[in-house]
């Protein structure tokens, strides 16, 4: 079985003392490092180069969101899942514009925290239901506001739309595969020209772009 490498960052030790025992429950999972902030993180990274980062935002010295862009600049294939307490527009959007690839809060439950980590690891997007229903709504308000829509974007084929749905209700690759009856190798190609279409870097923007389009509904 493939272990995926985690390194958790966090200040508070015994956060980080929980989130290595939920993730010792996934025989898949596997922890090679913890740090107490966001300078002890790029440094773990650099040492241990992980799969993924489990990453708290506001930590002492350099916090979650700088951390966040550096290590998505210096190891674009390590994926960083932010597990926060907090949850709203002001920690959320500033870390997935730096690059986490999912946002989950510290109060899920264990079986929502592993599955974050599978699936960012997957190159899946990770957002808890409340994380994501918040984003929306901030996203509608901002839309509200806005003095002129956002420009089109350009049409995806039957295929591209069926999974884009999937997507929308958190299925993994794996899970998106099975539904469509396609391998793997595919969907993440649809999810390439889709990407290419709307000129996004990942999935986590593709769920943005649609939400803001009317094209998904993450409720």
Do not use: C
Request: hydrophobic share 45%.
């Amino acid at each position: 079985m493939t272990q995926i490498r985690v390194v958790i960052a966090d200040d508070d030790p015994l956060v980080r003392t929980a989130l290595a025992q939920f993730l010792s429950r996934g025989p898949d999972l596997s922890v090679v490092a913890q740090a107490e902030d966001g300078a002890s993180a790029v440094a773990a990274v650099a040492e241990h180069r992980p799969d993924v980062v489990m990453m708290d935002v506001q930590m002492p010295g350099m916090n979650g969101i700088d951390a966040t862009a550096e290590i998505g600049a210096r190891w674009p294939s390590v994926r960083v899942l932010a597990v926060t307490t907090f949850e709203t527009p002001e920690t959320i959007l500033p870390m997935l514009r730096a690059g986490a690839a999912g946002y989950v809060l510290k109060d899920s439950s264990v079986n929502e925290i592993l599955d974050g980590v599978r699936h960012v690891h997957e190159g899946a997007s990770s957002l808890s239901p409340r994380v994501a229903a918040m984003l929306i709504d901030h996203m509608k308000k901002d839309s509200s506001a806005a003095t002129s829509p956002p420009p089109p974007l350009e049409k995806l084929t039957d295929r591209e739309a069926d999974v884009l749905q999937k997507l929308a209700r958190g299925m993994s690759n794996a899970e998106i595969a099975d539904a469509l009856i396609v391998s793997e190798g595919t969907v993440k190609a649809h999810l390439g020209r889709i990407m290419a279409k709307w000129h996004v870097r990942d999935r986590v923007q593709i769920l943005i772009a649609a939400s803001k389009a009317g094209l998904v509904d993450l409720r």
